[in-house]
């Protein structure tokens, strides 16, 4: 059969029909004469998806990498899974395989897409009426065309009752017909790729012009937007008003994603902070040397860094002399893999240097670990992030600060607040006056001048803003006055091409319902406003599950009675949609004014994580990445750790509810599970007003292991999970450390040693999967700081846990932690050093270890020997003799070590030093492979 459809061409009219832009293909054809159509199209690539287990793309409504369901098979399939059925009981099979797939059509249209039917053979086809109706029902009004309607279809029952209801709209005329028809009408063009624009991805680096390839193009956007030479088009001329629009929606926007067209018309005004900036950014671009640190962009919400950043992206990308890469405030993190291959590519290629600008506001060590993957793959590339953090005195490190400089005219300087009155008089002349009344009552905060010209006093933001939400909750129970088409390509095209009527675009009955509408309204905004608060958008999937009361379905209805932009929606480059505050300032404000309380927001926050869905749905991956973003900006190391602290463990139960009620076991959820209730007795410790009895620390211990030991299973070995399996290591051992700390201050200490026993191994396990990770050492150090504190301690086990920490102290020399980790790091370090003191280690002690069958006592001998030369840049000829010795100690006793890692690591530093006479991997940086 495949050889024969290979034979067969394709239909023109299928031709026609696939040179539109669609978000997805599902056909119930086994054949794939309708592959061959949509491949003619260069600027597009395909994937198909045969079964529900095998694929679950994280891109399902991806233009450019069109995914094609074969909801029975396809005959270019070899596999049972995947080939059509050949005979009735494979097909019964074959029926629930179909069904599934087909269930996730609601989520993959959502209330903004169109469902497009063409060449349905209705109770003839293998999806029948029947099967195709409940997909239909889940779905809002006009949101089915079936073309080339005939008879059969017109008459079928199920079908007339979906179209007397208004959900099916059946056309006589053939599909391929209709879209010439619009395009000549002028409101569709066929044949090109969704941006309207030539698809060759072009990026001029100085007099060379460079066109990324469709798959690299495909690869990176799914962690970066490339910067190519269409944001570098001057915007066509436009009016006063029109411009004024433009200015206002450049602020409100510009704080989710870039908007580039406002960079080229001037409508980001340029900090003071940002000339430093880009000077960092410049020099090290300019620089030979690969970069070992990123430049980070700190400050306060509000502050202008994410206008900043993108302004430097495009000013940098202006010059035309290096290649681009912009990550945008997203869930999911962006993949190195990703950047690596892009930076390969562009090297390879003759571009000097590549900058990756990552508008992430995640923690500083995200920032540091990508830079220093790509750097150590050789890659000339230059990393700039922002962090919510205070400055940091480093000089790779920029502030961002709250206010807008205010120069006196007796002193020299720039004066922020003059310069930004002039620069908004050039949009908005009407401002002027308010903004110099705002200046001279002291409003210099950045964002009370920046976004909407907000009043000068934190009170009336809140205020404003609780206004403005209740006023949309309010008028949204009036009838509406006005129904705005959808915004989707096709709901625009029936529309204008009069097929349909602007009322057929929502339901004709009233959504008021004893004021039900008004009750999801206000859910609908104070979920929106939660993960807001964070700068963190809602997947649309998510909150349509979280406000499905099953009496209202048409969730485009809902959004348009809000009657403000107070919450908007999102698309990113893949066709995945998101729902989220204006800004984030706006959010935080609303989230205090109409909620109230950590719990309230804690029990929105329930609504949200219960609707994560893992599996069965294209989205999954996202929906994690987002659910783990949510979990860890209200955890304990979020900003407001403080704020939801009393609440960690009803966040926790929440977790425990999704994994358990609802199968969403992920080890990155789990992971967080028992963080939080790990973090809720470790707070005990700290603070002595939160009252846990013994019972109630040890069983949330007790549940934090549980559920590691879970999440470590379900990882197992596979070399691919080594990462998550080392920061799963990290918190057991963290568990542990605590459960033994517990323990050793309610009961004997000999009862809590096995823990601090299992707690060691596990970090020591998690150093042997990262060694770059600091965590497990910080573990190792602060679990023996507890145990080296009590004088009471048994001699050997205490000798035993000296031998670790100078182990670890000889391990973490080596390598090179991000600021804030070294800051611990020497914290512990001092800590620890003043409770071990400078004791040699006793005969007592030595033979103590000896009859517990530890081999430490060697090592602490052999340490002796060269602890004080192990981190010295040069040795003498005395210091390489102890190396000698240090060496010869430890062959003299390779029976008793030869199993001991501490022993061995030691061994091998001291005879590199011995013969290198530095220390071992120095100068690695200067190596170039």
């Known amino acids: 059969m495949q050889e024969r459809c290979d034979r067969f061409p394709h239909p023109e009219w299928l031709e026609t029909v696939a040179s539109f832009p669609w978000s997805g293909v599902y056909t119930s054809a086994i054949d794939t004469i309708c592959l061959k159509a949509f491949r003619t199209t260069s600027w597009r690539e395909l994937q198909s998806i045969y079964d529900s287990e095998t694929l679950n793309p994280s891109d399902p409504r991806n233009r450019h990498r069109l995914h094609c369901t074969f909801l029975f098979g396809c005959v270019n399939q070899d596999d049972k899974n995947k080939r059509p059925p050949l005979n009735e009981d494979e097909l019964d099979v074959r029926y629930s395989v179909a069904n599934a797939l087909a269930r996730r059509l609601p989520e993959l249209i959502t209330p903004f897409g169109t469902l497009v039917i063409e060449g349905y053979a209705g109770d003839l086809d293998w999806f029948s009426p029947q099967k195709l109706t409940p997909v239909i029902q889940s779905l809002n009004q006009a949101q089915v065309h079936i073309f080339s309607a005939n008879e059969a279809i017109k008459q079928n029952s199920r079908i007339a009752r979906r179209v007397q209801e208004g959900k099916v709209i059946l056309h006589d005329e053939n599909l391929a017909v209709y879209l010439l028809r619009v395009q000549e009408a002028g409101y569709v063009t066929l044949g090109e790729p969704p941006e309207k624009e030539e698809y060759g ?47 206002r929606a450049f602020l409100a926007e510009s704080s989710n994603r870039p908007i580039w067209s406002g960079y080229a018309r001037g409508f980001a005004f340029k900090r003071t902070f940002e000339s430093h900036l880009q000077e960092i950014v410049t020099k090290r671009l300019k620089s030979n040397e690969l970069q070992d640190e990123p430049v980070i962009l700190c400050g306060q919400s509000g502050t202008g860094k994410s206008i900043a950043l993108g302004h430097l992206a495009y000013s940098i990308r202006k010059e035309k002399k290096y290649p681009v890469l912009f990550i945008e405030h997203r869930s999911k993190l962006p993949l190195s893999s990703d950047l690596d291959t892009f930076c390969k590519w562009a090297e390879d290629l003759g571009a000097s240097a590549v900058l990756i600008i990552w508008d992430g506001m995640v923690e500083q060590e995200q920032y540091y670990e990508l830079t220093k993957r790509l750097s150590s793959r050789g890659r000339k590339v230059v990393v700039v992030g922002s962090c919510y953090a205070e400055t940091v005195k480093k000089i790779n490190f920029v502030e961002a600060p709250a206010s807008l400089r205010n120069v006196s005219p007796r002193r020299e300087g720039i004066d922020e607040i003059s310069g930004f009155i002039a620069f908004v008089e050039k949009f908005a002349s009407s401002s002027s006056v308010d903004l110099r009344k705002l200046s001279e009552h002291g409003g210099h905060r950045f964002l009370v001048a920046l976004y909407r010209l907000l009043p000068p006093t934190k009170s009336q933001i809140r205020a404003g803003l609780a206004k403005e939400v209740k006023y949309a909750e309010q008028d949204s129970s009036k009838p509406s006055l006005g129904k705005v088409a959808s915004q989707t390509t096709f709901a625009t095209a029936f529309l204008k091409g009069g097929l349909i009527t602007e009322d057929q675009l929502l339901p004709s009955e009233d959504l008021v319902i004893d004021g039900e509408e008004i009750t999801l309204l206000q859910k609908l905004i104070r979920l929106v406003m939660v993960p807001g608060r964070f700068g963190i958008n809602l997947p649309l999937e998510i909150l349509m599950r979280a406000i499905n009361t099953g009496a209202i379905t048409d969730f485009v209805s809902l959004i348009k009675r809000l009657k403000t932009d107070i919450v908007q929606w999102y698309e990113d480059a893949h066709g995945n949609l998101e729902i989220g505050a204006r800004h984030q300032i706006e959010a935080q404000e609303i989230s205090k004014s109409l909620l109230g309380s950590a719990k309230a927001e804690v029990d929105c926050a329930r609504d949200i994580l219960l609707n994560i869905r893992e599996k069965g749905n294209f989205n999954g991956e996202t929906e994690i990445s987002f659910a783990v973003s949510l979990i860890r900006s209200m955890g304990p190391k979020g900003r407001d750790a403080n704020y939801f602290a009393p609440y960690f463990r009803e966040i926790a139960e929440i977790l425990r509810k999704l994994r358990e009620d609802y199968s969403v076991q992920n080890p990155s959820l789990m992971l967080q599970e028992a963080t939080l209730l790990t973090e809720r007795v470790q707070r005990q410790r700290r603070n002595a007003s939160l009252i846990l009895s013994k019972e109630e620390r040890i069983e949330l211990l007790d549940r934090a292991e549980n559920v590691l030991r879970i999440a470590l299973d379900q990882v197992g070995l596979d070399k691919k999970n080594r990462g998550m399996r080392s920061y799963l290591l990290v918190e057991l051992a963290s568990v542990l450390g605590t459960k033994f700390t517990t323990l050793k201050e309610i009961q004997n200490y000999e009862e809590s040693l096995p823990f601090l026993k299992q707690a060691q191994e596990a970090a020591f396990e998690a150093l042997s999967l990262n060694s770059e990770n600091y965590y497990p050492i910080d573990v190792l150090l602060w679990t023996s700081r507890e145990l080296l504190s009590d004088k009471s301690i048994d001699i050997g086990v205490r000798t035993e846990i000296e031998a670790n920490v100078y182990h670890v102290f000889t391990l973490a020399e080596s390598e090179e932690y991000f600021p804030d980790q070294q800051e611990r790091f020497q914290k512990l370090r001092l800590q620890i050093g003043e409770l071990v003191g400078s004791n040699e280690l006793t005969e007592e002690a030595f033979q103590a270890l000896l009859a517990m069958e530890s081999s430490a006592g060697y090592y602490l001998r052999a340490y002796a020997i060269v602890k004080n030369i192990l981190f010295t840049s040069s040795l003498t000829d005395d210091n390489i003799q102890a190396c000698e010795r240090a060496v010869d100690y430890l062959k003299e006793h390779w029976e008793k070590i030869n199993q001991d890692s501490r022993s061995l690591y030691l061994l091998l530093k001291v005879w590199w030093l011995s013969k290198a006479k530095e220390n071992l991997f120095a100068g690695e940086k200067n190596c170039f492979i």
């Open 201 to 247: 991805r072009r990026i001029t680096l100085e007099e060379k012009s460079l066109t990324v390839p469709l798959n690299l193009w495909n690869q990176v956007s799914r962690s970066a937007t490339i910067l190519d030479d269409m944001i570098l088009l001057e915007p066509p001329h436009i009016g006063e008003n029109k411009l004024y629009s433009e200015f």
